[in-house]
């Protein structure tokens, strides 16, 4: 830019910069502030769910009650025979039903009987096991043996569930 140039708008492109900067400098400090604002309460962790005992005895027979449930009954039942992996005596079966869609149930290694995991909706045949429709093997979800603590990672969302007389309650 010459001289002549720079004298004649000097003065226009210092204002043009002090609007800019009076426009961007509250939405910059309102993102900093507002990200300071968030709530910092520590997540879940599994040690403060923990369970009384882990089932170590052969599990009992399934109870398949319903249509959904003799619908998976291979996979459920090849579940079955594992030692457990969460809350003591539950294990979890789970399986794909297409592109990032994941079901899945919750078996009872003590009763046999089977439970809908978190998320999963009330339809009736496949859907009724399906609890997350944007899976990430590498995320996934995360449990423990001896833990009542489910965490569920579904797309970029994340939910906390405790089990707790049995059925699963969203804590976070």
Known sequence: ??????????????????????????????????????????????????????????????????????????????AAKKQPDFAGHYRFAIWGCGTRCVGGALIDLRTGVVSPPPLAGKASGEEHWIFCTDWDKGRAAEYRVGSRLFVLHCGSDTHYFLWQDNTFQQIL
């Open 1 to 78: 830019m010459s001289d002549a140039t720079r004298k004649s708008c000097g003065g226009g492109l210092e204002l043009l910069r002090l609007f800019v900067f009076g426009l961007l400098c509250p939405v910059f400090l309102g993102a900093q502030q507002s990200g300071s604002n968030l709530d910092t309460k520590p997540l879940p962790r599994f040690e403060a769910y923990p369970v009384l005992e882990v089932w170590k005895e052969p599990p009992t027979s399934l109870k398949l009650v319903s249509t959904e449930e003799r619908m998976f009954r291979t996979s459920l039942r090849e």
